[in-house]
């Protein structure tokens, strides 16, 4: 059986490779508004972050995000909610790698 192919995308603060929906994408759209895009759909420039506080207060210090995106400022009222979150997806329980698991038989 061939295995799916997954998405691998760069974490812009800390330079780390994860699966595309482990990142949290932030995009610049065609309006020039910059947003939180959970379902990685909407169209625009995009750039990934992982979701870690330390890799959050990284890129908002080191100005990554802006310069990924191109733009002269990102919002605070972002890496506020991207910190919350964060902080939200570290209190929750790890997530089963149901992709990962096989059916009974299958070695």
Known sequence: MKTK?????????????????????IVRQPD???CHDARG????????LCAKVECITLAKKRKQLERALKVAAVPETLFDALMRLAEAETDAPPK????LQTREGEG
Not at 96 to 99: E, G, K
């Open 41 to 48: 759909k909407i169209s625009g420039r995009g750039a990934y």
């Open 96 to 99: 089963p790698n149901t992709h």
């Open 5 to 25: 192919h997954t998405p691998v995308r760069t974490c812009v603060a800390c330079r780390e490779t994860d699966e595309k929906r482990d990142l949290m994408r």
């Open 32 to 34: 020039g508004n910059v």
